[in-house]
């Protein structure tokens, strides 16, 4: 079974442009959530989506914004970058299965804004 | 606002050692806690996930407790090895389908 795919896996972008990462979940995953890693902030929530509803949002500026499709792919867009938003971007699926719901994670997209 | 800290945030130990890894939070209201292992720049790899209603949860040398009561869970880790050394993140789940994660305790393993 494939697991969770992101891309791409690296980007190098100027300040001031925009950028869309990608996200493909487990098969049968509906459940799709996007983190942001930095060294100084370490993991944070930045939304989920569940059957292309966005169900929770964390406290990021309107410049982050993400979307899911019918299949369950996800996006996430960052407009007007800044030099603070170079981080790994990191996805995760799930599913609620025997009552259980595990989180499965990508390899992440490192972004760097220069 | 759940607060989750991880103690100690760094750990050396000689091969064969048992690791012990902790792991507080703030909130007891949880849905699950699930443990993850980072290897540098790579993503997170699930290494045991336990529902707020069990007390523990073992794979292999791997066994995570969790007291809900008194906001903690434990990672223990049995005869460590040099390919352990690694990077293990808590998280918290909620019920509002996000994850709270830790800093991290981050082990070496010396062969």
């Known amino acids: 079974k494939a697991g969770v795919t992101q891309t791409p896996r690296y980007l190098i972008k100027t300040r001031g442009q925009q950028v869309t990462l990608s996200c493909s979940p487990i098969?049968?995953?509906?459940?799709v959530s996007w983190y942001q890693q930095t060294p100084g902030q370490g993991l944070q929530f930045l939304f989920e989506y569940f059957s292309e509803t966005q169900r929770n949002k964390g406290n990021f500026p309107g410049r982050f914004s993400g979307r899911q499709f019918s299949n369950s792919r996800s996006e996430m867009n960052v407009s007007t970058l800044e030099l603070g938003d170079s981080a790994l971007y990191l996805c995760?699926?799930?599913?609620?299965?025997?009552?259980?719901?595990?989180?499965?994670f990508g390899q992440g997209t490192r972004l760097t804004v220069v | 606002k759940q607060e989750v800290t991880q103690i100690p945030a760094a750990l050396s130990v000689p091969e064969g050692e048992n690791l012990v890894l902790n792991c507080s939070f703030t909130?007891?209201?949880?849905?699950?806690l699930q443990w993850f292992r980072q290897d540098p720049g790579k993503g997170l790899t699930s290494l045991l996930l336990i529902q707020s209603s069990q007390r523990e949860q073992t794979s292999g040398r791997l066994n995570a407790s969790l007291d809900k009561s008194s906001g903690r869970s434990t990672l223990y880790i049995a005869a460590s090895q040099p390919g352990d050394s690694a990077t293990y993140l808590c998280a918290v789940g909620s019920n509002d389908y996000k994850l709270s994660f830790g800093a991290g305790t981050t082990v070496t393993v010396r062969a």
């Open positions: 909130d007891s209201a949880i849905y699950n």
């Open positions: 098969s049968g995953h509906r459940s």
């Open positions: 995760a699926s799930s599913q609620k299965t025997g009552g259980r719901t595990e989180a499965f």
